[in-house]
């Protein structure tokens, strides 16, 4: 008997209990007792990525960020919008049910997105500590530029962001996937970790940044690596990916690999 | 009679009606009443521009960004991180005030950040239009990497990021100085200007990047540069700074330049 898409959200959902408040939400033509023939996994949910699983005969694209462009699904699409209706159109057309896996995905401990990203970088030894919304690592001593340039060449990345002393020595180090590279999370962990050196996804450029600029005037030696978001959070899904095969065994689950939307001049 | 500090904000805010909820705030050793023998302005209210605009005399700093890290000043600051600590402190040994313009900087129509953003471009005589949150330009017909490669030497530069089309052909640009990339203003302005190119300071990486790559799968020929928000926004304050000196006659006014912490590896 075939998964039906409640069943497959069920094994994503492992056993943390529903929240009330989420937007992980499922979109399309069908609803939770459709039957799944094939199931795809990406970072994004884009035209090309929803294009692509119909293409492998699944129906059911599992992804962790929104379908529209922000992070509350919008209360109404704009109706003169080619984009948005296209978009709306195609999931029906092409039979795709879009299910969005992202607050239960970050929940259970170690959060897959976080463990996901520090073994892209080779890192799963140096663990020191897996918190809620972030890795602690303890690393031989190296330069934040070694570092930051160890971080690129493991995700494959183009470029990236830094702020701080390039000079630095490293020994700990704190990873924090997505948008958890803002000040709320990252300056309190700097600071109680004790951290040299934060690797995250992305964040308002006036907090952490900011703050290790500060910190680095005044002798502290700290730095700030921004990798990009879906290069954070994308290594996670793809461990998503595997274990939900796992749990699924004779669904075929598709890995989506996909370039970021943003590349550097 | 010297200025105080109350004129200072009474010229600064011109004739804008004062907010009930911003985020603008005085903070530091003297009240509105305190005498300024020099103002210095800058973006960003880093522990350097403090120190700097005391060298220079200055006992009033006036910054668009916070000075704690973070858009709403923090309730209460961390009582065991020495960089919050030391930069408490030194506005109270240097005798340094710091005013924070930003929510009524950008209320004037046009927002001067806007009009300094587009003034820096070498622009103004494209601008067709201001709106109260960006700039729409009628230019020439060029390629967006020729507009990214134009707006990156005239702002200086070293990195940028980009999404969508290096080739569509640009003739209508949209300008939105900071964080005003995002999908809940980007994406409308560029439905409903028809912009080909949106110039942006910074904004979440899964919003307008995201909108601009599927409009580009369907053939549209779009594009979006992210300058970085300090690069968007420096040159507005900039101008906010000879508008002061103009209002304040014999009143020394330092423009403090700085580079943007995060740079691009």
Redesign the interface.
Known sequence: MPFAIRDIIDRLRGDVPPLDDTVDVLLGPGGPDTPVGGAAVAF?P???AIERAAALGANLLIAH??VY???RMPERL?D????YA??RDLLRRAGVNVYRHHDDCHRPAPDPITLGLVRALGWEAALERMLPAAAVLAVPAMRADEA??RV?ARLGLS?????GDPGAVCRRIGVLAG?RGG??LA??LL?EERLDLIVA??G????????????V??G?AKAL??V???ESEAPGMRLVAERLQEACPGLPVHWLDDK??????
């Not at 308002?204 to 910190?215: F, K, L, S």
């Open positions: 994004m884009s035209i090309e960020e929104g462009y922000s992070h704009p003169d919008d080619p984009v296209f978009k930051a340039a690129k470029g990236a962001r830094f702020a948008y000040g709320g300056v309190p600071r996804g992305e308002p450029e006036w907090e952490t940044p900011e703050y290790v600029r500060d910190a005037h005044l502290a690596l921004f990009g978001h879906a970021p939307a943003l590349r550097y001049l």
